[in-house]
T-cell receptor, first 119, second 110 residues
C-alpha cells in the first residue's frame, strides 16, 4: 500500500490551454474523490466515483471540467480552456465502500495534490 | 446544507503550551467528524475521527478531540505542543447517510 499518488505535482500553463491530471488511488479502494483547495481555504469537493461510475458532481465543476475513471482504477481530471481562477491545488482522495458504521471504510485518504498555476 | 466553522485562523503557541482548536459544524442529521493535518510541504493526513460511541477520541501524536453533540462542536486538543506540531489543521464533516463528500473548515494554522 503506497498511498494515493497524483501526477504531475506541479503544472504551470497559459490561460486557454487544456490540462489533465492523474490520480492513482490506494489499491482496491473503490471510491475516488476530487477536491480543490485555494489559498487560505479548506478543500472543496468537486466530484466522486464509485468504481467507474461518477456518482456526484459539485456545482463548482463547470462545463470546462471533466473527470473520468474508465476502468475503476486511476482517474483523470481535465480542465479545458483554463482560466486564472482555476489556479489551485487539486487533491485526490480514495476510500472503500462500507456501511455507515464502518469507520475504516468511510475514511478518505488524500494524495499530495497537483498544484496548478494558470498564467 | 452542511458547513464547518473554524474560528481560529492562526494560533501561535510556545512549546509545551496546551492547545485547543475550535470546530463547530452545522448539519441536521448524524455525522462523522474528522481532523486532518497538513505539515509544511506534505499532504493531508488523518489525525483522528469520530463515528459513534465514546465522544472523546484519541488520535496520533497525542492529539484528542471531543464531540459535544449539544454544541455541534468537535474541538481538537493536545496537552503540550511541540515545535513539530507546526502545521495547518482542518476539521471536516461527512453526513452518515446520503452524502459521501467531506466538507472542510477553512483551517487553522498553528
Amino acid at each position: 500500500d503506497t498511498g494515493v499518488s497524483q501526477d504531475p505535482r506541479h503544472k504551470i500553463t497559459k490561460r486557454g490551454q487544456n490540462v489533465t491530471f492523474r490520480c492513482d488511488p490506494i489499491s482496491e479502494h473503490n471510491r475516488l474523490y476530487w477536491y480543490r483547495q485555494t489559498l487560505g481555504q479548506g478543500p472543496e469537493f468537486l466530484t466522486y466515483f464509485q468504481n467507474e461510475a461518477q456518482l456526484e458532481k459539485s456545482r463548482l465543476l463547470s462545463d470546462r471540467f471533466s473527470a473520468e475513471r474508465p476502468k475503476g482504477s486511476f482517474s483523470t481530471l481535465e480542465i479545458q480552456r483554463t482560466e486564472q481562477g482555476d489556479s489551485a491545488m487539486y487533491l485526490c482522495a480514495s476510500s472503500l465502500v462500507g456501511g455507515w458504521r464502518n469507520e475504516e471504510k468511510n475514511t478518505q485518504y488524500f494524495g499530495p495534490g497537483t498544484r496548478l498555476t494558470v498564467l | 446544507a452542511q458547513s464547518v466553522s473554524q474560528h481560529n485562523h492562526h494560533v501561535i503557541l510556545s512549546e509545551a503550551a496546551s492547545l485547543e482548536l475550535g470546530c463547530n459544524y452545522s448539519y441536521g442529521g448524524t455525522v462523522n467528524l474528522f481532523w486532518y493535518v497538513q505539515y509544511p510541504g506534505q499532504h493531508l493526513q488523518l489525525l483522528l475521527k469520530y463515528f459513534s460511541g465514546d465522544p472523546l477520541v484519541k488520535g496520533i501524536k497525542g492529539f484528542e478531540a471531543e464531540f459535544i453533540k449539544s454544541k455541534f462542536s468537535f474541538n481538537l486538543r493536545k496537552p503540550s505542543v511541540q515545535w513539530s506540531d507546526t502545521a495547518e489543521y482542518f476539521c471536516a464533516l461527512k453526513p452518515n447517510f446520503g452524502n459521501e463528500k467531506l466538507t472542510f473548515g477553512t483551517g487553522t494554522r498553528l
